[in-house]
Structures are given as structure tokens and as C-alpha cells.
């Protein structure tokens, strides 16, 4: 069957079994750590045990998202490298040392991680609000890969455009986080 005649109801069926698949690996990763916290009980994961597990996750997509490779840059180096407009200039050469954030970035993406990426991205269209959505993104995308002790409220409030104190940034930030931490445990209990 080819895209053509592909029936349009069968797009969103396929988007419901991947959106499931990444809730059911999610909860499976709060069910091994809760095994693993109290061996002798084996217990259903609350949704204080899925929540650190999801911003995990997210942080690790937006990290791999932002490593994507993009194309028209690298064409436009390319084309720079093989017809120069002028002379190089001191600048145009990359610098000698690099920072870690550049030398982390530089790391070469995995298929795991490609294919993790996108689903965990579509569980944020679980949630009811455009703007919890878009906190729940920008806040993983400021934590450079590595989920921090401090998000940092300042970046996430001007990627966001809004006025909003840092305050009201984390209770809705950790609201969201909840939000989608108890479906995901509704998931998990159904399969």
C-alpha cells in the first residue's frame, strides 16, 4: 500500500501505539527502579516515582533532538569550503579548544536514542495546555543533556515570551510533569 492510497485514519492509530509504547517503557523504568529501591516488596510505581523518570526522558529527546544533524548548514560549510566568497578571515576557523557543552554536543547520535526521541516528544501532546507543553520542552531543552539541580527559569522564561515569575514557572512545570506521570501510571495499570 503506498502513501497514496494509504487510508487517513490509519496515521493516527500508529501515533496511539507509538505514544503507548513510550508510556508503557516509562512506567517499566519506574517499575525496575522501584524493585530495585525495596527488594523485598515489588510495588506499582506512584506518579512521584514516574515524574523524575519522565524529565529524564525528556531532556534526553531535546539533547538528541538538538544534535540533530542540520542540513542546510552543513551544505552552506560546504559551499563555503569548496567556492570561498573571499579570503578567510581569523574567525571563520574553528578554535583550538573546545567547551564541554561543544565537545558533548559533538558526540554522535545513536538509533536508541533517535528512536526514543520522538515519542517521548509526543507525550507532551497529552497534555490539555499549549503552555504547559511548550514549558515542559523548553525547560528539557535548557538543561543542556544533563538534567539539573536548577532549571534555569530565566532562559525558559524568554524562549516562553512570558512574564511569569520563576515561582509560577516550577509549580506548572511540576504540575505537567504529575499531569503526565499519572497517565502514564493509568497506562501502565491497563496493560
Not at 530495585?36 to 515524574?51: F, H, M, Q, T
Not at 533517535?114 to 490539555?128: H, R
Request: proline share 5%; aromatic share 8%; hydrophobic share 45%.
Amino acid at each position: 500500500m503506498t502513501m497514496k492510497t494509504r487510508p487517513h485514519h490509519l496515521k493516527p492509530a500508529i501515533a496511539q501505539r507509538s505514544l503507548r509504547a513510550a508510556a508503557l517503557e516509562v512506567y517499566e523504568e519506574a517499575v525496575c527502579a522501584c524493585a530495585g529501591a525495596c527488594a523485598s516488596v515489588v510495588a506499582a510505581p506512584k506518579r512521584e516515582d514516574i515524574s523524575p523518570r519522565l524529565e529524564l526522558r525528556f531532556v534526553s529527546a531535546c539533547w538528541t533532538l538538538r544534535r540533530l544533524p542540520d542540513r542546510e548548514a552543513g551544505f552552506l560549510r560546504m559551499r563555503g569550503a569548496l567556492w570561498p566568497e573571499a579570503a578567510a578571515e581569523p574567525g571563520t576557523y574553528a578554535r583550538e579548544s573546545l567547551t564541554s557543552f561543544q565537545a558533548r554536543r559533538r558526540v554522535r547520535i545513536t538509533s536508541i536514542e533517535i528512536d526514543q526521541m520522538q515519542p517521548t516528544l509526543d507525550l507532551l501532546l497529552l497534555l490539555p495546555d499549549i503552555e504547559d507543553r511548550r514549558l515542559l520542552f523548553w525547560a528539557a531543552w535548557h538543561q543542556d543533556g544533563e538534567r539539573s539541580a536548577r532549571i534555569p527559569w530565566a532562559k525558559v522564561r524568554r524562549s516562553l515570551d512570558v512574564s511569569w515569575s520563576r515561582w509560577t514557572l516550577k509549580r506548572r512545570y511540576e504540575a505537567a510533569l504529575l499531569w503526565l506521570s499519572g497517565l502514564v501510571e493509568l497506562q501502565g495499570r491497563r496493560r
